[in-house]
């Protein structure tokens, strides 16, 4: 009785925990095969890994909401970057343009004082008392005299207009720089939120990748506990090897289907076959699995159909995989010099990479798919330059790469 009791005692708690608390202790078979012998034992043994498989199910579903929240920050800090990027440029154009039409100003107003030093009289003073018993000299000089009067006020006024448009061309500057600043506070969130929202994500592919083998662990004890048939602990073991040994076999074949992208010389590939189905700019809001998309697209979309295998577009270290709110599936790799690239709606199960691994030019990496907000299998091409989303097809076409 006292193995029973061992087997008994060995159940109750052995629940996956959050990241952070006691580590979980589950069954072993050999403690199963004493429960079974007693039909108490064997009672309670089934109800712990009931109780056990619905907390690994709830450990997940916690963790995987907690990676959405962080995932949602994320694009959250994305936009507000964007965002920052449009307006100091916007700016920096307002304040280009007011210094530009402040120099044309200076220009007229000094074109103006040379035609007006051009037309200059001598003393007029002189001519008055020379021409004094000649009316058609006096009538004329007095004739010019308004309209050298004339040029004077109109030089006054272009040289106001100058002074305007610099200090206009000044004082936005000054504004230029200040959301410049902000940008680059809001660059440095995006990243950190980058971090935050792949560790979340991290956390919750571990708990389910725990959960996922234990759930089937437990399955099969609980199977083998309600089994009324003298079968042994050791065939059900058996049947989980091969059971795994062909889900293995699969995954591997999955992998070898996709050739390799087209990596021109410049090391840059084409990330995926199809045509363009969106391009980048302003757009309808589109929803689908429970999420709308952003009115303005930061990317092209390929129109890759279904499972279609999806190429690195450039050699790097992937720095986040994992579900992104929206983008569903994503991959986000970083190749340098402050060029990032980011794959989306990829199908669940079609990641074939994770954070911190280095992939090479046109290795496959995913498979397409239509999760997130997405209303068809496709590829959500993203290009960062300095973290800001930029159009890819004339990025990818200054390197040899033609989209579409």
């Not at 159940?11 to 079974?36: F, H």
Request: aromatic share 6%; charged share 20%.
């Amino acid at each position: 009785m006292a193995s029973v009791s061992i087997a008994v005692m060995a159940l109750v708690g052995a629940v996956a925990m959050p990241a952070g608390a006691q580590a979980a202790t589950y069954p072993t078979w050999d403690e199963l095969q004493a429960a079974k012998a007693n039909t108490a034992a064997g009672a309670a043994a089934v109800e712990q890994i009931t109780s056990l498989i619905a907390q690994l199910e709830t450990n997940v579903a916690v963790t995987r909401a907690e990676a959405e929240k962080r995932t949602d920050e994320l694009m959250v800090a994305q936009q507000k970057f964007d965002d920052a990027v449009a307006r100091a440029n916007q700016i920096q154009a307002q304040a280009d343009q007011s210094a530009a039409e402040a120099a044309t100003a200076e220009r007229n107003a000094g074109q103006v004082a040379a035609q007006l030093y051009r037309a200059g009289t001598g003393d007029v003073g002189v001519n008055l008392f020379l021409d004094a018993g000649n009316a058609a000299a006096t009538e004329a000089l007095l004739a010019k005299l308004g309209s050298m009067e004339k040029m004077v006020e109109r030089t006054s006024g272009i040289y106001n207009t100058a002074k305007e448009k610099l200090n206009a061309a000044a004082s936005l500057a000054a504004q230029a720089e200040v959301a410049r600043g902000e940008r680059e506070k809001l660059r440095i969130a995006a990243e950190e939120a980058l971090v935050v929202a792949q560790e979340a994500q991290a956390a919750a592919e571990a708990a389910l990748a725990e959960s996922q083998a234990k759930k089937i662990e437990l399955e099969q004890q609980l199977k083998f506990l309600q089994d009324t048939e003298a079968q042994t602990a050791a065939a059900y073991q058996e049947g989980e090897r091969i059971r795994k040994e062909e889900e293995e076999r699969r995954r591997q074949e999955a992998l070898k289907n996709g050739s390799p992208g087209a990596v021109a010389s410049s090391g840059w590939a084409l990330p995926a076959a199809g045509w363009i189905s969106g391009d980048y700019g302003p757009r309808e809001v589109i929803c689908g699995g429970g999420y709308c998309s952003n009115p303005f697209h930061y990317a092209v979309d390929l129109a890759t159909g279904c499972s279609a295998p999806i190429f690195a577009a450039n050699s790097g270290i992937v720095t986040f995989s994992g579900w992104s709110g929206s983008y569903g599936n994503f991959i986000k790799i970083d190749h340098g010099g402050g060029i990032s690239t980011g794959y989306a709606h990829i199908r669940d199960g079609g990641r074939f990479v994770g954070a911190g691994e280095w992939v090479e030019a046109g290795q496959n990496i995913a498979s397409s798919g239509t999760t997130g907000a997405s209303t068809g299998c496709h590829l959500h091409f993203e290009v960062y330059s300095g973290g800001s989303r930029i159009d890819p097809v004339p990025f990818m076409a200054d390197r040899g790469v033609y989209l579409g």
